[in-house]
C-alpha cells in the first residue's frame, strides 16, 4: 500500500491549494481516505475524510466551510482543496488511508497507512 502526496507550496492568506493523493498497491474501494496536518511543535491532528466507496465527507471544525475533500476512484487518488487558507493552516499534510470496516478516521491512531508529508505554508 503506497499513498503519494503532492501539491503543497507557500501562498498567502486567503489564497488557495489543492492537494492531491495517489492510492496503489491495492484496491481502495473499501478504504477511507483522509487527511491529516502537523505544524511544528504540535500533535498531528485531523484534517478531513471520505470513504471511497461513497457517503458523506467530515471535518475538522477548524477547516469546515473552507477546506473540501474529494475523490477520483477512476483515478484512485483523493484531493484537498483548501481554500481562504489562513497562517494556521500552515503545517506538513499527510494523506491516510483506513479499511473502512476497521471504523472511521479520526485520530491519528485509527489510521492504517500513511503517507509522505506536503508542505503548505500560509504567510500573513
Known amino acids: 500500500v503506497q499513498l503519494q502526496a503532492s501539491g503543497g507550496g507557500l501562498v498567502q492568506a486567503g489564497g488557495s491549494l489543492r492537494l492531491s493523493c495517489a492510492a496503489s498497491?491495492?484496491?481502495?474501494?473499501?478504504?477511507?481516505m483522509g487527511w491529516f496536518r502537523q505544524a511544528p511543535g504540535k500533535q498531528r491532528e485531523f484534517v478531513a475524510a471520505i470513504r471511497w466507496s461513497g457517503g458523506m465527507p467530515y471535518y475538522a471544525d477548524s477547516v469546515k466551510g473552507r477546506f473540501t475533500i474529494s475523490r477520483d476512484n477512476a483515478k484512485n487518488t483523493v484531493y484537498l482543496q483548501m481554500n481562504s487558507l489562513k497562517p494556521e493552516d500552515t503545517a506538513i499534510y499527510y494523506c491516510?488511508?483506513?479499511?473502512?470496516?476497521?471504523?472511521?478516521?479520526?485520530?491519528?491512531?485509527?489510521?492504517?497507512?500513511w503517507g509522505q508529508g506536503t508542505q503548505v505554508t500560509v504567510s500573513s
Open positions: 498497491g491495492r484496491t481502495f474501494r473499501s478504504y477511507t
Open positions: 491516510a488511508a483506513q479499511n473502512a470496516v476497521l471504523g472511521p478516521i479520526s485520530g491519528p491512531d485509527t489510521v492504517g497507512y
